[in-house]
C-alpha cells in the first residue's frame, strides 16, 4: 500500500491524543485523533499559525474520532477572523460535529465551508 507523501512527512503536533500535519494540495491541516481540553491549546495554536497565509485553508477531519465544544469553538473562532478574502474549509466533518455545527448557527459563518463531499 502507497503512502500518501504528507502522511510521511513529520507531524507540526503530536501527543497521545492527537497528531496534526501540514497538507500542501490544498494547503491546510490534517487532524488525526482526540481533540479536548488537554490539547485544545495547541490545536489553537497550530490553526492561528495559518492564519495569516493566502487562499482557503482547509482542515481535514476525516480522521477526527472526538471534538469537544473548545475545538469546536476554535475552528468557529479562526474562521470568524479570517480577511474576507479567504474560507475556512472543513473537509470530513463527522456528522455529529456537523450537526452541531448547524443548530448553534456557526454553519452560516461567511468564513466558513463545511465540504460535504466524501474525503
Not at 502507497?2 to 490534517?30: C, F, H, M, N, W
Not at 473562532?77 to 475556512?88: I, K, P, T, V
Amino acid at each position: 500500500m502507497a503512502v500518501r507523501a504528507e502522511e510521511e512527512d513529520d507531524p507540526v503536533y503530536a501527543d497521545k491524543q492527537l497528531v496534526i500535519r501540514r497538507t500542501s494540495t490544498p494547503d491546510g491541516l490534517r487532524i488525526t485523533g482526540v481533540i479536548d481540553l488537554f490539547n485544545v491549546d495547541s490545536f489553537a495554536r497550530t490553526l492561528n499559525a495559518l492564519l495569516a497565509g493566502e487562499g482557503d485553508l482547509h482542515i481535514d477531519l476525516s480522521r477526527l474520532e472526538f471534538c469537544d465544544v473548545s475545538g469546536i469553538r476554535v475552528l468557529v473562532s479562526a474562521a470568524e477572523r479570517l480577511d474576507g478574502q479567504r474560507r475556512l474549509v472543513l473537509q470530513g466533518l463527522p456528522p455529529q460535529l456537523r450537526t452541531v455545527m448547524t443548530v448553534v448557527g456557526w454553519a452560516a459563518l461567511p468564513g466558513l465551508v463545511i465540504d460535504q463531499a466524501e474525503s
